[in-house]
Nanobody, 123 residues
Framework: QVQLVESGGGLVQAGDSLRLSCAAS????????MAWFRQAPGQEQMFVAS????????EFADDVKDRFTISRDNAKNTVYLQMDRLKSEDTADYYC????????????????WGQGTQVTVAS
């Protein structure tokens, strides 16, 4: 099974950009549908973006689709989340998730998770 490790979080100012990475190991990365979720303090985990196995199709939550980009490099076993024009409401712990099957907008559709990386956007 795949293991996932996120990196790239930190403290930034509103309007800044940040790129998160999620490195996979333990299995053939291209077999996995990948997604990013986030969880703000006191809130439930929410879908952010997803990308298909070959990277040809992506989906985004409405509140990020004009600002965030998801991509993957199967040769590097890594999925990325490029976050531009960050807002204070983007402050959350960000998690990457993997599924052999097509994933959904719901976290219970993903059996494999990283440990998360914290993003704080100061206004």
């Amino acid at each position: 099974q795949v293991q996932l490790v996120e990196s790239g979080g930190g403290l930034v100012q509103a309007g800044d950009s940040l790129r998160l990475s999620c490195a996979a190991s333990g299995d053939t990365f291209s077999r996995y549908f990948m997604a990013w979720f986030r969880q703000a303090p006191g809130q439930e985990q929410m879908f952010v973006a997803s990308i298909t196995w070959g990277g040809d199709l992506t989906e985004f939550a409405d509140d990020v689709k004009d600002r965030f980009t998801i991509s993957r490099d199967n040769a590097k076993n890594t999925v990325y989340l490029q976050m531009d024009r960050l807002k204070s409401e983007d402050t959350a712990d960000y998690y990457c998730a993997a599924s052999r099957a097509r994933g959904s907008y719901w976290s219970n559709g993903y059996p494999y998770w990283g440990q998360g990386t914290q993003v704080t956007v100061a206004s």
